[in-house]
Nanobody, 120 residues
């Protein structure tokens, strides 16, 4: 069982930057492919980014590529999502996830989500 707890969400203004954190349980965090999704009101959950285990290779959705950076600190069992140049359309609940593999966008564990609201 893997537990994921997100933090760092909140209300920001358009153009601001924000970094989300996700703390994971488990003694084998370094072997987990981790990443982020988001879900805006009335929309389906959207893949944003993932990061591999040992190599740190990353994968991004085209919709956010260039504005977000996913990173991890295996010593702290934590994965991060740095978001820049935020727009009102980035308003959503952001979810941390453990992926089945780096080549899959299917997650097998989810956090509870953290709300990000971007005002214009």
């Amino acid at each position: 069982q893997v537990q994921l707890v997100e933090s760092g969400g909140g209300l920001v203004q358009a153009g601001d930057s924000l970094t989300l954190s996700c703390a994971a349980s488990g003694r084998t965090f370094s072997s987990y492919v981790m990443g982020w999704f988001r879900q805006a009101p009335g929309k389906e959950r959207e893949f944003l980014a993932s990061i591999s285990t040992s190599t740190g290779a990353t994968n991004y959705a085209d919709s956010v590529k260039g504005r977000v950076t996913v990173s991890r600190d295996n010593a702290k069992n934590t994965v991060y999502l740095q978001m820049n140049s935020l727009k009102p359309e980035d308003t959503a609940v952001y979810y941390c996830a453990k992926f089945r593999s780096f080549y899959s966008r299917e997650a097998d564990y989810w956090g509870q989500g953290t709300q990000v609201t971007v005002s214009s």
